[in-house]
C-alpha cells in the first residue's frame, strides 16, 4: 500500500472516534486522536495535523473547536507517550512508515526502562561521602561567596557578543520576562523564585503560527526555538534522589558543570555546557544522555532545551536560591576530579582579620567589611572560626557606621 492508503485508512479510524466535547474528557480525547495518527499509523506531523484539522471541523461544536495551536501542541503531546509505535500499520504498508514505528518503539522501550533506581544510585556513588558546599567552593573557578548580584552571575555566561539576551522571569508563572542587560532591574526574589531561561536569544518578539492557541492568539513570543541564538547550556537536577547522594553523582560522573545552584526548595540546579548548533543537535545529545541519567535521578523532562534555571542571588519564598559551584569555563572533567583551587574556610578567615583591622576607615574598608562578613556567613554553616567570627564582623560593622556618622 502507499502512504496515502494510509493516510485515508487514519481518516476513517479517527472518524469512528467521534468528535471531543468540552467538560467531558475532551482533552484527553483529541489527545487520544493525535496519539492515533503519529503513534499508531506513524504519520509526519503534517500530515497528522491536517487529519486533525478536517477531523476538528467535520465533529466538533463551535464551542468545542480547538485553535491550530492547540492541535499542534496535542501532536507534539502525543510524541511523549511511552509505548510500541505502529500498532495500526499493516505488514504491506510503506516502509519508512513501518522502519519509523520499530526505531520509535525501541527508543521508547529504552526510555520506559530508564526509570530512577535508588539502588543503582548507591551502587554507583559507593562509600564516597556526600558532597557540600565547600566541597564544591573549593574546586570553583569563581568562589560562590564573591558573586552577590544576578547581574555578576549572568554576564559571566552570557553576552558573548552584544546580540546576546537573557529573558529573566520574576516566578515560574511570569509571561513578561525581563530582558537583560536592556533591562538590568532584575527582581530579588519572590514567592516562586526568580528564573532564567538557560538558552541566550535574540530578545527579539516574533510571530510563531505554531503556537497560535486560545491562550496566545497572536502567536507572538521572544522564547520558542526560533529566538535561541544557540542551544549552549542544558539543566539537570533531581527532585527523587537524596540531595547529598544525588550531588555525590553528578560531581563524579557529569563534564562541563558551568553552575550548581540550590533551588531554595529540595533539589539543585546544574547548568551543564553542551554548545549545540541547532535544536536537534541539543536534542540528540540529550537522547543519549536520557536514559543513564534518569535511573540515577535525574528529571529526563527538566533536560529541555528551553527549560528556565534558579536565578542564584535571590530569594524564592525567603529562602536564598544560593550558587554553590560557578565555573563559567566549564571544565572538560567531572568536579571530583578538579583539584581544590583554595580552601574556603582559610580565605575568609584572613579576609575577616584584615577587613576588621583597616589601616583607616574609609569606604574601601567599609566594602572590605560587607565583603568578608558575606563571606563568613556564606561558609559559617560548616566551620566553627567563621560562624563565631559572623557576630564579631558585625560588631565591627557599628563601629564603623558609627564612625561615619
Not at 468545542?64 to 499493516?90: E, T
Not at 530582558?179 to 526574589?189: C, D, H, K, Q, S
Not at 535521578?297 to 554553590?324: I, T
Not at 574601601?364 to 568578608?372: F, I, T
Amino acid at each position: 500500500m502507499s502512504r496515502m492508503d494510509v493516510k485515508e485508512r487514519a481518516a476513517r479510524y479517527i472518524d469512528r472516534m467521534g468528535g471531543a466535547v468540552s467538560g467531558a474528557g475532551g482533552h484527553n480525547h483529541t489527545l487520544g486522536v493525535a496519539r492515533a495518527l503519529v503513534c499508531d499509523f506513524c504519520l509526519p506531523d503534517s500530515v497528522a495535523l491536517d487529519l486533525m484539522l478536517q477531523w476538528n471541523v467535520k465533529f466538533n461544536s463551535e464551542k468545542d473547536k480547538w485553535g491550530d495551536g492547540d492541535l499542534r501542541h496535542k501532536i507534539k503531546s502525543a510524541h511523549q507517550w511511552v509505548g510500541p509505535r505502529g500498532r495500526k500499520l499493516q505488514d504491506d504498508d510503506d516502509r519508512a512508515l513501518r522502519d519509523v514505528a520499530r526505531v520509535e518503539t525501541r527508543n521508547w522501550t529504552k526510555q520506559e526502562k530508564a526509570a530512577y533506581d535508588a539502588g543503582r544510585l548507591a551502587k554507583f556513588v559507593g562509600g564516597a561521602p556526600d558532597v557540600d558546599l565547600p566541597f564544591l567552593a573549593n574546586r570553583s573557578e569563581i568562589d560562590p561567596a564573591t558573586i552577590d548580584d544576578p547581574k555578576d552571575f549572568l554576564r559571566q555566561l552570557f553576552l558573548v557578543d552584544g546580540s546576546e539576551r537573557v529573558l529573566v522571569f520574576g516566578s515560574m508563572y511570569d509571561k513578561k520576562p525581563l530582558v537583560f542587560p536592556v533591562e538590568l532591574a532584575i527582581p530579588r526574589g519572590g514567592s516562586n523564585g526568580v528564573l532564567f531561561l538557560i538558552q541566550p536569544v535574540d530578545g527579539v518578539t516574533r510571530h510563531v503560527p505554531r503556537i497560535v492557541s486560545e491562550k496566545n492568539p497572536s502567536g507572538m513570543s521572544m522564547r520558542t526555538a526560533e529566538s535561541v541564538i544557540t542551544f549552549r547550556y542544558m539543566l539537570i537536577e533531581s527532585d527523587e534522589a537524596p540531595h547529598g547522594l544525588w550531588l555525590s553523582a553528578l560531581v563524579r560522573l557529569i563534564p562541563r558543570v558551568v553552575a550548581i545552584v540550590f533551588s531554595g526548595g529540595k533539589s539543585c540546579h546544574a547548568l551543564v555546557r553542551v554548545d549545540a548548533r541547532t535544536k536537534g543537535e541539543y536534542d540528540e545529545i540529550k537522547r543519549r544522555m536520557v536514559a543513564g541519567l534518569t535511573v540515577l535521578g535525574a528529571d529526563p523532562q527538566a533536560m529541555s532545551w528551553n527549560k528556565m534555571m534558579r536565578m542564584p542571588c535571590c530569594l524564592r519564598d525567603g529562602k536564598e536560591q544560593k550558587l554553590l559551584y560557578f565555573a563559567p569555563s566549564a571544565p572538560d572533567a567531572p568536579i571530583a576530579s578538579l583539584l581544590a583551587r583554595r580552601d574556603v574556610f582559610k580565605v575568609w578567615a584572613d579576609e575577616a582579620v584584615r577587613a576588621a583591622y583597616p589601616k583607616e576607615i574609609n569606604e574601601e574598608s567599609r566594602k572590605a567589611l560587607n565583603r568578608a562578613l558575606r563571606g563568613c556567613e556564606y561558609y559559617a554553616k560548616f566551620d566553627s572560626v567563621l560562624k563565631n567570627t559572623v557576630p564579631e564582623l558585625r560588631g565591627v560593622m557599628k563601629i564603623f557606621e558609627e564612625n561615619k556618622k
